[in-house]
């Protein structure tokens, strides 16, 4: 409970020193990846919606127009229908399958066989665009709750060869699009990135220094309106 009340106490403070900005500028995300992973960090749904509850409810009663973000569950990527009233963006993960996204991540515990995609990501296991569509239902039923929905995190790790990873890449992007889904890239310039990321088999475009992934680049901009 005491834990409970300081972060309320955070996020009213938040609400206090930036009222007055406009939510173009500043939006509020309360909890990066909430999950529940016993027994270093218990956190059951119950729990997580209560806390969440109360906190919208404390920074709406000092700025009602305030954007607020919250994060999926466990770890981002579980849609929360209990959440759907609260008048909140709900942030979802572009990470499925993991077999793909995360292959030989370093931090990652379970060892992943080379993967293909479309086609066998584990043995016995196909996914294809119709399993990204069938992945992101739960999210689909909770905008039509009255949610808004923003995919706040996806990309693809560097050890699984770029026309993988590319064919894989088009179809959850264009699965964003078909739902008319914002989406962010994880990250600009890095492992998971449009600059300078590694994949093997990349062709790259020299722009000022930076090795850009150009037909990543494009890719990521077709979501635009």
Known sequence: EEAQEGFVFLW???ARKYKGISS???SFDLVNEPANIPPSHPCTRDDHQKV??????AIRAIDPEREIVIDGFDGGG???PELADVRAIHSGRGYFPMQVSHYKAEW????????QYPGEVVPGWNVDIQSLR???KP??????????VHIGEFGCYNKIEND????WLTDLITVFNENNWGYSLWNFEGTFGVVNHGRPGTVYEDYHGMKVDRPLLELLKSGLK
């Open 134 to 136: 069938d992945y992101y």
């Open 108 to 115: 990652v515990k379970a060892e992943f066989e080379k993967p």
């Open 139 to 148: 999210w689909k039923e909770v905008e039509a709750a009255g949610a808004k």
């Open 24 to 26: 173009r500028e500043l």
């Open 164 to 167: 993988i990873a590319m064919r």
């Open 12 to 14: 009213e403070y938040f």
């Open 78 to 80: 579980t849609a929360l």
């Open 52 to 57: 969440i509850r109360k906190t919208i409810g």
